[in-house]
């Protein structure tokens, strides 16, 4: 049983009991947690303290009570484990915004339903997958998380890690009583775990205003994504790795490009004997796909200009020009394709921006604005995005070609194929930009 699991049961266990005395070390015990990390966790997946989430759905059922007439507003306190009406009254309106009685007469209303941890975490998966590897849950979306971090290069360097990283977090008052920071760690990239030293980085997440003037500290954030998550024992990280390499085969998933996990949620010991929340990155299977494509001959306009300015001015050219001579839509016959170099951030170097056409190769061009030239072919790593993810999907292409081990051939033209409808360019219109990366043979 995972933590989001574990927090889930102490979420039906607190809705049993709402009309209840809720002693809070027998809620922790629901999640088979110490009251301290249960504490941390259930902010963590919640974004609500243990109490206040007890409060607030006792005054939700309360305020439903009242305006159903249920009973009068002391056996409503009661009922919900208010010692007093002053009680409840105060607590009703820190929460709801005003007291009980006036929320009865203007007849307002005020909801905060029970919390479904695993609807709100997790994707709903292949009931056979589920069977065969009912420990390996998928989490839709962890978001982002800035956190502080030490690294260490050694033998067994988490230990050095975590004990330099949770000496520094005391001492600057992160770790206190019940505190909601969280434990992370993970091998860095050079590391070669069971082959002697290699580098391990242990960071504890901190807020969002937190800054630190120590040269020791890394400040950073983890950007999060969707992970197929476990529960496991330290000393087991490697046989989890191997049974998600086993899961991801079967399912609709790959492995992602984001950083890998482990979770310490009950602290760290140099034992290694305890459990970890390991997290590892994955994404749908992409539509990236590896393709040969052939040289062809262009019609091209290159203006020299910003990046708010040069595109429109060469696609406008281009399309006139195409217009004119009968390649007004895009079609198996023709295809429109652009190339910049608004990405190199080397100062001092001219901006331009290329619109092209393919046409075929006996074409004359006699227009000084327009250039007829090759467009090398090669292998390309194609995907189809939109005009809002373009630079993000440029981003992926690059990230997915490096995790499959590939190489971008720098000596031919990247290109994104645009869609062009009655001669013009409607990018916020047309979702179809399909991108080609040059790698190497």
């Known amino acids: 049983m995972n933590y989001y699991e574990r927090i889930q049961?102490?979420?039906?266990?607190?809705?049993?009991?709402?009309?209840?005395?809720?002693?809070?070390?027998?809620?922790?015990?629901?999640?088979?947690?110490?009251?301290?990390?249960?504490?941390?966790?259930?902010?963590?997946l919640t974004g609500h303290g243990v109490k206040e989430y007890i409060r607030k759905?006792?005054?939700?059922?309360?305020?439903?009570?009242?305006?159903?007439?249920?009973?009068?507003?002391?056996?409503?306190?009661?009922?919900?484990?208010?010692?007093?009406?002053?009680?409840?009254?105060?607590?009703?309106?820190?929460?709801v915004g005003c007291n009980p009685t006036t929320f009865m007469k203007e007849n307002l209303e005020y909801r905060f339903d029970k919390i479904d941890v695993l609807d709100k975490y997790y994707e709903i998966q292949d009931k056979n997958l589920l069977d065969k590897y009912p420990d390996i849950k998928v989490l839709k979306k962890m978001d982002p998380i800035k956190v502080a971090c030490f690294e260490y290069y050694g033998n067994n360097p988490e230990i050095n890690a975590f004990k330099a990283l949770l000496d520094w977090a005391k001492?600057?008052?992160?770790?206190?009583?019940?505190?909601?920071?969280?434990?992370?760690?993970?091998d860095t990239t050079e590391c070669k775990p069971g082959k002697g030293q290699y580098g391990y980085e242990a960071c504890i997440t901190i807020d969002e205003n937190f800054n630190t003037n120590d040269e020791r500290v890394k400040m950073k954030e983890l950007s999060g994504g969707m992970y197929a998550v476990?529960?496991?024992?330290?000393?087991?990280?490697?046989?989890?790795?191997a049974r998600f390499k086993s899961w991801v085969k079967l399912s609709k998933y790959e492995f992602g490009t984001h950083q890998w996990l482990e979770e310490h949620v009950e602290g760290f010991n140099e034992d290694f004997n305890y459990d970890v929340e390991l997290f590892m990155p994955i994404c749908e299977k992409s539509e990236y796909s590896i393709n040969l494509v052939n040289d062809t001959n262009v019609a091209m306009c290159k203006v020299f200009d910003e990046e708010d300015t040069a595109p429109f001015e060469a696609w406008e050219i281009l399309l006139k020009w195409s217009n004119a001579n009968g390649i007004s839509n895009t079609s198996d016959e023709h295809k429109f394709f652009a190339h910049h170099n608004y990405n190199i951030k080397r100062k001092g170097i001219k901006r331009w921006y290329i619109a092209m056409v393919t046409i075929d190769d006996s074409m004359i061009i006699n227009d000084r604005t327009i250039k007829k030239e090759v467009l090398v072919g090669g292998k390309f790593v194609t995907c189809n995005t939109d005009f809002k993810n373009l630079p993000h999907m440029w981003n992926e292409a690059v990230n997915w070609i490096n995790f499959k081990g590939e190489r971008i051939n720098p000596k031919i033209k990247w290109r994104e194929e645009w869609q062009v409808k009655n001669g013009k360019l409607f990018p916020e219109d047309y979702p179809n930009i399909k991108i080609y990366v040059p790698i190497k043979d």
């Open 9 to 44: 049961n102490s979420v039906d266990y607190i809705e049993r009991n709402l009309e209840n005395k809720i002693n809070l070390k027998e809620v922790a015990k629901e999640a088979f947690m110490s009251f301290s990390n249960f504490y941390r966790i259930f902010f963590a």
């Open 57 to 95: 759905r006792r005054i939700s059922l309360a305020s439903e009570d009242i305006m159903l007439n249920k009973d009068n507003i002391m056996n409503i306190a009661v009922k919900y484990g208010f010692s007093s009406s002053d009680t409840f009254s105060k607590a009703f309106k820190h929460i």
């Open 171 to 186: 001492n600057n008052s992160i770790i206190l009583d019940n505190n909601k920071y969280r434990l992370f760690g993970y």
């Open 230 to 241: 476990t529960t496991i024992g330290v000393k087991d990280i490697s046989k989890a790795w």
